[in-house]
């Protein structure tokens, strides 16, 4: 078991009632990471689903839960022959954190009938570049889980030189080794710094909804993470992160409705 | 008052519960349009907030309800200096059809500070054809409430020559003559042909899930419609759907997971 499946473990303590331990290696500044969190409502409610995979996740972050116990709480609401569709409450202390709406099913593996390219090329992974080591006091364990290599122009915006656009591109692997599975690409969507920051924003970037969906089970190796906004208005902004494996194949699209940093 | 007004009306009859009547006006063969249905059940949620707007709506679509009464339960999540959030689930006859995650804030006009361009450019709206008019025995009543004027390649599955593509586009205005608003942008977003038919599929495409994020309040006129998909896999295929207003402003984008019709 990896660091990161024992951080998203999530022990049957009822017949809807789940426990788990938020894990204080995945903060970013004082909160923990969108994507690690639904990484941990996901196993509790697959763990309880006749069906094998998270297809479809919606997520409303509601409160920023602190590392440290918590529990999941479930709510059946359809069993049907191809899907289920279950509630999922992260709660701690009695309080709701994150609310989320997720489909469960079983994905066969095969070849899809048709599929888009990547919007933008990566350039081979030797000419990305990782972020500098972040300062232990800003909080940003998350970095030391994951191995990020960004399109160096999406990350112009640490030293000055945003692009101007909503983007952020970058390989993805956990720095533990491990294969990448559903639970893996619900933090993938969630990794990238805001595109907002490329387009000049700063700050923390609190989201409010994000939804995404499992295409296909991924392949082993590098993940690509293509990141990008449509819109930027009245302090709220999109960020839709598409997953692409080392086959090429789309195993996962976001898209999360965030608020603009102040900072 | 419109008809799409009236046939969207929640009664408030209790502090979390609402009166509404499913319209058979906005039927697609057998079942109910789900946009439709969103927007009737988020008349109840922002009468029921502080805030004016529907910002963001995830919804689970678990069963197909049938014309006539029915409720729209709510659960206040959290209410906050800027948004409020609510669960409201759909419910006939003490059964949920539809359950929802939906932010609710007040947006305030002015320009946006970034934004993409559609990603395709649509002809003149007068290069741009209608659907022929639906046999009554199809009961595609829906038709009748919306003036649908579409970009020609994205219909030519209707006479065998699909696109290749998942895509579909059209302009959109309602049929009874009534300015833009929220609750029909609701209904934009889930109001084209699915776009799997472009890639050669048929048949009832029932959606599984769907998220919209209203972005800006709509100008008067017609409204442009973007549909495109990124993959067809498994039985699942994605249906993203881009609105702009007259104005060239997205006012709104969505994002639905369906199943492909095995008709």
Known sequence: MTKFDEATQAIRVGETLY?????????????????YLLAAVLRAVVDASPYEHP????????????????QVRLEQLKTGRTVAMTR????QDGTAYIDTLVTTATLRPGDGEWSAAPAVAMPPLGECVSLPDPKPE????LSAQMDLRFDPPTIGWLTGAPTGRPESRAYFRMAEPQDPDPYVLALAVDALPPVAFSAGARGWAPTVELTWHLR?????????????????RDGWFDEDVEVWDSAGTLVAQSRQLARLGRG
Chains 1, 2 share one sequence.
């Open 19 to 35: 426990d788990v331990c938020l894990d204080d290696g995945y903060a970013i500044g004082g909160p923990l990471n969108g994507g």
């Open 55 to 70: 297809v479809s996740t919606a997520a409303q972050f509601l409160r920023a839960p602190r590392p440290g116990p918590a």
């Open 88 to 91: 999922a409450t992260l709660v």
């Open 138 to 141: 800003s909080n940003m364990t």
């Open 216 to 232: 296909a089970l991924p392949a082993p190796g590098w993940l690509t993470l293509i990141g990008q906004g449509r819109s930027i």
